[in-house]
C-alpha cells in the first residue's frame, strides 16, 4: 500500500506526523486485543451469534465502549497523520476525510451500544430484540458509514498505487475495499462483521506503518 508521501521540511511538524500515524497503527491492535479479551472471558458470548459490538452491552460493556472510542481516535489521528503526509497525487483531499469519517464513525459506534439480545449479556432472553432502540439504529447507521467510507478510502489507495505501478499494495487495497463493501449475509453475519473489522484495522495498521517509514 505504498504511497507518494511528501513530508515537512520543520522537525517538530515531522515529528508530530510520525506520532499521529503511530496512533493511527495502534488502534487495530488495541481494538482486537480488547475484543478478543473479552470475547474468551464474557460469559455467553458466541462469536457465531453475536457481532463484536454487542461486548459493549451489559456491566462490562464499557470497556467495549471505551475500546470502540480508542480505535476511533486513532482513525481520526491516522487521517491527520494522512492529511499532513500525503499532499500530492490522486485522492489527496479524499483520502484524509475519508479515513477521518471512519474514525468518527468508530467513536459513534461506542457512544451509541447496540441492544442485548439472543442470551448476550448473561441473563437476556434467547432470540432476537424485539424492537430495536434508537440507540441500536444509531448503531447500526454510523458503523455502515464507517466501514463504507473506509472502503471507498481503500479503493482510492489502490488506484494510487495502480497509477505508481506498485500491483501487489494496489490489488491488496482494492480488494480490502471490495470485502467491506460485501452486503451482508444474515445467516453469518456477526463472523463477517469481525472479518470486516480484521481488514478494516489491519489496513488503517499497514497503511501507517508505511506512511510513517515513508516520512
Known sequence: MATTVTTAGVPGV????????????????????SAIVQMLTRE??????????QLATGDLGWIQITTFVLAG?????????????VTEGVG???????????GAGMIAAGLFTMDPEKGFPAGTPDGPVAQM?????????????????LAIAAIVLAVRCAR??????????????????????????SIQIAVNGLVAFTWTTVVALRLRRSA
Request: charged residues 10%; hydrophobic residues 50%.
Open 14 to 33: 515531522r515529528r508530530s506526523s510520525h506520532r499521529l500515524l503511530l496512533a493511527g497503527a495502534l488502534a487495530g491492535p488495541v481494538f482486537f486485543t
Open 44 to 53: 455467553g458470548f458466541d462469536i457465531t451469534r453475536h457481532p463484536i459490538s
Open 73 to 85: 481516535v486513532g482513525g481520526v489521528a491516522l487521517a491527520t497523520g494522512i492529511g499532513r503526509t
Open 92 to 102: 489527496r483531499r479524499a483520502l484524509p476525510i475519508l479515513v477521518g469519517i471512519f
Open 133 to 149: 432502540s434508537w440507540h441500536g439504529i444509531a448503531h447500526s447507521a454510523v458503523a455502515a458509514v464507517s466501514f463504507t467510507s
Open 164 to 189: 505508481r505501478r506498485a500491483a501487489p499494495p494496489a490489488i491488496a487495497g482494492g480488494a480490502a475495499g471490495l470485502v467491506l463493501l460485501l452486503p451482508m449475509s444474515p445467516e453469518h453475519m
